[in-house]
Structures are given as structure tokens and as C-alpha cells.
């Protein structure tokens, strides 16, 4: 393996989203229909862990294991893993060299129906460093997981200070059954690589804004922050084509940032649970499902707290996060306003 120490790590990050893929594909060619892979399995640190997570499970740890001693020992910190959603890789006792914050399947969900893509997202920091956030990150990846029917899934590659690179593979061969990746290495080696650039538009008309609102409990306060988004843009005033999709995976709607495909997404599930006196875990975000955070800010899209303030989190599987993802400074200038005015006069402004 060439190139430094950071590009090493994201061949080998690049290199186990794939093997996850293939598994995902293997499945989807063995046990056809959903029904066994949607079935719930266990709770675990993180999330609720289903069927098709376990599946893959064993094909990470296999794959870490094979990876030189250069990179042991190793904490990794995935929901599903250990006890507490951490793994150590290498002697026990002594400072890590590294950190590896890993969502095996980022859209669960769609992908166990069969429905939309989910990610593989996963981010590698010097094991070394005091804080240990994902601010920290030399490499990430962001690796699509496909649905039965797609034959090319595209891949996301950042390392520190390079801007990303865009992957697109072709799985005809893993879909018609010629090995489970021997491919690997050949379908690396044969992706076409394309510019990942998001978008320039300055309006939202025309446009995907989400603010993100998947399960019941925030629906209401979803939509009220929507409106008044909506009502910012004056070109909406004039025809009011502003789109929602909710994509249920953080790493995809980042996705959908870096590629052009959306101007905007929002997704304040801590802040909002707290509006409705929620008290406790909250389905929203976790430091794992912005994994690939590193490669949407290296292709140019803007990423901040709710607050507006840099988005950074702990490298755990249990920290709420609530975060807005931006395609370039003039839709920040339109929307961040809006959020920031919202969430004080709802009361969910820090001290």
C-alpha cells in the first residue's frame, strides 16, 4: 500500500465499506425478500440492532484483523460492537494509536425494505490525541450500500486536507454470483472516479430543503421551521417550488449535499425533543452517523450545529447531535438565520 499515512488509511477504510457491500450484496442474492432481514435482534449502545446489521458484523471484524500491525492497537467505536459500542483491536493496557468511529449500515431502515441506498460511513483520528473528536479525522469514507436492483453504487473518499474524491463501481459481476470480492481489489482498481461538487444555486426555489423530521413526536415543530424557512426566500414568494425528501440516513442526506442533489438539510431532533420536554435518549443523530463528515466539508459543503458553530462531536455511540448542513454561503446566509431566530424563540438558545 502506497501514498502517506493518511491516504493509506482511506484505501483501507474505501476497502472495508466494499467488503460490507459485497456482504449486503451477497444477501440481497441469497435470501431475496426483506422479511428476514428487517426482524429486530437486540438493543444495543447506539440504536436497535436488526437482522441485516448482524449479518455484516462478522465480516468487519475479519477484515479489520487482516490489516497491518502498523495500525493496532485500535478502538473501534461502533453501535453493535461490544458491550458499550466499543471494540479494542491489539494489546490491551496502552494508548491506542488509533480511533475508528464506524456505522456499518447508515439507513438501516430503507435498505432492509429494499427501499433507498444506505452508507457504509466510517472516519479513522490519531488514537493519541487528548480529545478524540470527529473534528480530529485524517481519512473518512462514505461507501453506498445498494438496493437488489442497482448495478454501479458510488463511494466517497476524504483525506485531510484533499478534496474528495467520487467513486462509481459497477456490481454486475458480485450480482451474478462470480465471488464475493476476490472483486474487491478489481473493482477498486476499475471504479471511475467523478467530481463531487454541491451545488451553486443561491435560492432555494427549485430546490431540496429538508428539515428533518423522520419519526413521530416532531413533526409539528418540523414543519413550523419549514415555513418559515420557505417564507425567507423572496423567489419563493413568487412561486413556491421547495421540495422535502427525507432520507432516513444522515450519511445519505450529507450525501445528497456533496453531490448537488439538495441546498439544505436540517436536523435539530435533539433541540426539538427538548422543545416537547423529552427527557433522555432521543432518536436523533449520533457522532457515528457523521462518520463521513470530513468528506462532505472537503467537497464544499458547509456543516455547523444548530448553533452555527463548527460541527464537532464526541467519537461515542450515544451523544445526541443535532447539526445543518448547507450547500455553499448564500443558502447559509438565507436559512441559518431562520434556525438560529426559531430556536430562540422557542427557548433552546445555550446561556
Not at 41 to 61: C, M, P
Not at 108 to 113: A, G, K, N, Q, S
Not at 184 to 205: G, M, N, Q, Y
Not at 219 to 244: G, R, W
Request: net charge negative.
Amino acid at each position: 500500500m502506497t501514498g502517506s499515512r493518511d491516504e493509506q488509511w482511506s484505501d483501507r477504510l474505501l476497502r472495508l465499506g466494499m467488503v460490507v457491500q459485497a456482504e449486503i450484496v451477497r444477501l440481497q442474492r441469497e435470501h431475496g425478500g426483506f422479511d428476514r432481514l428487517a426482524e429486530p435482534t437486540r438493543e444495543a449502545a447506539g440504536d436497535r440492532i436488526y437482522a441485516i446489521d448482524d449479518f455484516v458484523e462478522g465480516a468487519i471484524t475479519r477484515e479489520i484483523r487482516r490489516w497491518p500491525a502498523e495500525c493496532f492497537p485500535l478502538d473501534l467505536v461502533a453501535e453493535g460492537f461490544g458491550d458499550d459500542g466499543h471494540m479494542r483491536f491489539g494489546e490491551a493496557g496502552v494508548t491506542s494509536r488509533f480511533r475508528l468511529i464506524m456505522d456499518p449500515i447508515d439507513g438501516t431502515r430503507m435498505l432492509m425494505y429494499d427501499k433507498r441506498s444506505a452508507w457504509f460511513l466510517a472516519a479513522v483520528t490519531d488514537g493519541r490525541t487528548q480529545t478524540g473528536c470527529l473534528r480530529e479525522s485524517l481519512a473518512s469514507v462514505s461507501v453506498e450500500l445498494p438496493t437488489s436492483k442497482q448495478y454501479l453504487a458510488d463511494a466517497f473518499v476524504a483525506v485531510r486536507g484533499q478534496q474528495t474524491r467520487g467513486l462509481r463501481v459497477d456490481l454486475t459481476a458480485a450480482r451474478d454470483g462470480e465471488g464475493t470480492f476476490s472483486l474487491i481489489e478489481s473493482a477498486c482498481s476499475a471504479a471511475s472516479e467523478f467530481a463531487v461538487t454541491p451545488s451553486s444555486k443561491t435560492t432555494l426555489r427549485d430546490g431540496f430543503v429538508s428539515v428533518v423530521s423522520y419519526f413521530p413526536g416532531i413533526k409539528q415543530l418540523a414543519a413550523e421551521l419549514t415555513e418559515k424557512i420557505a417564507a425567507a426566500d423572496p423567489q419563493l414568494a413568487e412561486a413556491p417550488n421547495m421540495f422535502d425528501d427525507q432520507y432516513i440516513s444522515t450519511g445519505g442526506q450529507l450525501v445528497q449535499l456533496m453531490t448537488g442533489r439538495d441546498r439544505c438539510c436540517i436536523d435539530l431532533r435533539p433541540l426539538m425533543a427538548q422543545m416537547n420536554g423529552v427527557r433522555g435518549p432521543v432518536m436523533s443523530a449520533h457522532p457515528y452517523d457523521l462518520a463521513g463528515l470530513l468528506a462532505a466539508q472537503q467537497a464544499g459543503v458547509i456543516v455547523t450545529n444548530g448553533y452555527g458553530e463548527p460541527l464537532d462531536a464526541p467519537l461515542d455511540v450515544t451523544t445526541p447531535v443535532h447539526w445543518c448542513g448547507y450547500a455553499n454561503a448564500a443558502i447559509r446566509s438565507i436559512v441559518e438565520p431562520i434556525v438560529q431566530g426559531w430556536l430562540k424563540e422557542k427557548g433552546c438558545w445555550p446561556p
